[in-house]
């Protein structure tokens, strides 16, 4: 297999005002594409202090980053608005998976129904024959033509996980040209270019809570506070919580338990509106079932072994995989997995190629 090449010359850059999205920018200038940038509005900015740059990506300073970058490498530039559908598609479900019990992944969401279903429409309006960003994946050809998402060579920065929804025809117009690089080597580039934003910081995950602050953001967009029992798994009573969205499965601080040994959040209890907590052991699982999946290409068998990533810095674990009816699947882990989280990914990995995955029930 070979990493795929592209000989159409119009390319769409989805620039977030970052390093990786600038230097993606400038790569296809250099080898001749006709370059057009692109912003996305998302959500409104949050009111702070004058003066002061919160690390994020899509804000107002990030476009007015993003417009810099392209005057500095004399290519077209526009700011498309999103916030409609940003809102609809990720913010709402994000408040949803949350009030559900759920743990979500917006990143992955946006980047599911936003960049790479929206933006890669309006890319097809604007003439273009490809959508670049600044992810660190890569894409592969083989010799039947076939396009496989593959890891980034930099295993600190990949982020193939966030991209496994991608479907055949979407890689066929998709390029990333920073996925072959290090991050080290994609900041010399950036000052190399003499690039604004050469020296700018990492944004930060979750782009529309700058404060990292997701209790106060639930909160203030109308979920309510509903105290209820934490309970341990035999159902006895060791403590009270102030609503099920303050926690995640995994969490062990800030539950205000004292107790004999370290407690860790299990499971969160909808229907009974209570918080299940337990010992580090008690977090370990051999299986878990996944809905809503996305192949590369449909598995031919009933089952196949394959490496399953449960969330972003997992490191991919051996298992065994079995098709379910209703577009689900099984996993079955050689070896118990720490903090199986309802609402993340299960990324199915062969090396380092994606096979597919999809949301954890």
């Known amino acids: 297999m070979k990493e795929s090449g592209t000989i159409n010359k119009r390319v769409v850059v989805a620039m977030s005002g970052g390093v990786d999205s600038s230097v993606s920018a400038a790569l296809l200038k250099e080898q001749g594409y006709e370059v057009t940038g692109v912003s996305l509005q ?12 919160i690390k994020t990506c899509c804000s107002l300073d990030d ?9 500095k490498l004399g290519i077209p530039f526009e700011v498309i608005d999103m916030r409609a559908e940003f809102k609809e598609l990720v913010i709402e479900y994000f408040i949803a998976e949350y009030e559900a019990g759920r743990t979500p992944n917006p990143c992955i969401r946006c980047n599911d129904l936003i960049k790479f279903d929206l933006l890669l429409k309006k890319a097809n309006e604007m003439g273009a024959d490809l959508l670049a960003t600044g992810h660190y994946a890569r894409i592969a050809e083989d010799g039947d033509g076939k396009k496989w998402l593959l890891a980034g060579c930099d295993a600190t920065k990949d982020q193939s996980y966030f991209l496994f929804t991608l479907t055949q025809e979407q890689l066929q117009r998709i390029v990333f040209p920073v996925g072959k690089l290090e991050k080290t080597d994609v900041r010399k580039l950036a000052a190399e270019f003499n690039l604004p934003v050469a020296q700018k910081h990492e944004s930060q995950e979750i782009c529309f809570i700058p404060d990292n602050d997701y209790v106060n953001f639930l909160e203030s967009h109308g979920v309510a506070r509903k105290p209820g029992d934490i309970v341990t798994s035999d159902g006895t009573v060791v403590g009270r919580h102030s609503g099920v969205h303050r926690y995640t499965v995994g969490q062990r601080k800030g539950l205000g338990i004292a107790w004999k040994h370290p407690l860790h959040v299990r499971t969160i209890d909808t229907d009974m509106n209570r918080v299940v907590v337990g010992g580090r052991k008690e977090l370990e699982t051999l299986s878990l079932t996944a809905a809503r999946a996305t192949w590369n290409t449909a598995p031919a068998t009933a089952g196949f072994r394959a490496m399953c990533r449960i969330r972003y ?22 070896l118990p997995q720490t903090s199986v989280t309802p609402g993340q990914a299960a990324v199915l990995y062969d090396g380092e190629r994606v096979l597919g995955g999809g949301w954890i029930e």
């Open 42 to 53: 998302l959500y409104d900015p949050v009111p702070r202090e004058p003066g002061c740059r």
């Open 313 to 334: 810095r997992h490191q991919p674990a051996p298992c065994r995989v079995a098709m379910l009816p209703e577009n689900r699947f099984e996993v079955h882990f050689d």
């Open 63 to 71: 476009v007015m980053d993003a417009a810099r970058v392209a005057k």
